[in-house]
């Protein structure tokens, strides 16, 4: 069983910046697509940003720009740097991996940026 742990939520003021980080224990990170997704309050989960094992990225289209996720394979490390924070990017944000054999979530950190 995956465990990923995310840090580096908090408050930010609007055009601010934040960087989240997501450690993914076990063997498999290098060989596994990491995510981003975020659920504000009221809504739905939705995707953020993907990163696949060989480096390939997708963002939503509400981030595209302003965000940007990477990964560091030698330490297990998924990143996503958000630039330009609005107040709408207030939310939950939650790492997640997908490898042929396993998937899995972290338990989300939040992310509030005041207006």
């Known amino acids: 069983q995956v465990q990923l742990v995310e840090s580096g939520g908090g408050l930010e003021q609007a055009g601010g910046s934040l960087r989240l980080s997501c450690v993914a224990s076990g063997s498999i990170f290098s060989i596994s697509a990491m995510g981003w997704y975020r659920q504000a309050p009221g809504k739905q989960r939705e995707l953020v940003a993907v990163i696949t094992s060989g480096g390939s990225t997708n963002y939503a289209l509400a981030v595209k720009g302003r965000f940007t996720i990477s990964r560091d394979n030698a330490k297990n490390t998924v990143y996503l740097q958000m630039n330009s924070l609005k107040p709408e990017d207030t939310a939950v944000y939650y790492c997640?991996?997908?490898?042929?054999?396993?998937?899995?979530w972290g338990q989300g950190t939040q992310v509030t940026v005041s207006s």
């Open positions: 997640h991996l997908s490898s042929i054999s396993t998937t899995g």
